[in-house]
Each structure stands twice: as structure tokens, then as C-alpha cells.
């Protein structure tokens, strides 16, 4: 019990809390008429900058 207490319900509310914090970031945007920009097929990151 002192186990689920002290480290996985901290983790719990954790993700509660960000999926609700996301769930209100996406409905402000709607609201707003933002629609925000798909990522990439390609990460920028796994491209080389210069050929080794």
C-alpha cells in the first residue's frame, strides 16, 4: 500500500493532469481558429547536416 501511495499515484495524477491540461490546450486553440501544423514524416534530427 505505502508503495502504490508513494510513487504511483504521484505518477497517476500526473498523466490525469496532463491529458486534461492537453485536452484544454486543444479546445482553446479550436476556439481560436488555430489549427495546429502534422509533424513531419522525417525528424529534422535524424538528418545528417553534413555528409561523414
Same mark, same amino acid.
Given at each position: 500500500?505505502?508503495?502504490f501511495?508513494?510513487i504511483?499515484?504521484?505518477?497517476i495524477?500526473v498523466?490525469i493532469?496532463?491529458?486534461?491540461s492537453?485536452t484544454r490546450?486543444?479546445n482553446?486553440?479550436?476556439?481560436?481558429?488555430?489549427?495546429?501544423q502534422?509533424?513531419?514524416a522525417? &525528424? &529534422?534530427?535524424?538528418?545528417p547536416?553534413?555528409?561523414y
Amino acid at each position: 500500500m505505502a508503495f502504490f501511495i508513494g510513487i504511483a499515484c504521484p505518477w497517476i495524477l500526473v498523466a490525469i493532469m496532463s491529458s486534461l491540461s492537453e485536452t484544454r490546450r486543444v479546445n482553446e486553440l479550436e476556439a481560436l481558429g488555430v489549427t495546429p501544423q502534422p509533424a513531419t514524416a522525417r &525528424s &529534422s534530427y535524424l538528418v545528417p547536416d553534413r555528409p561523414y
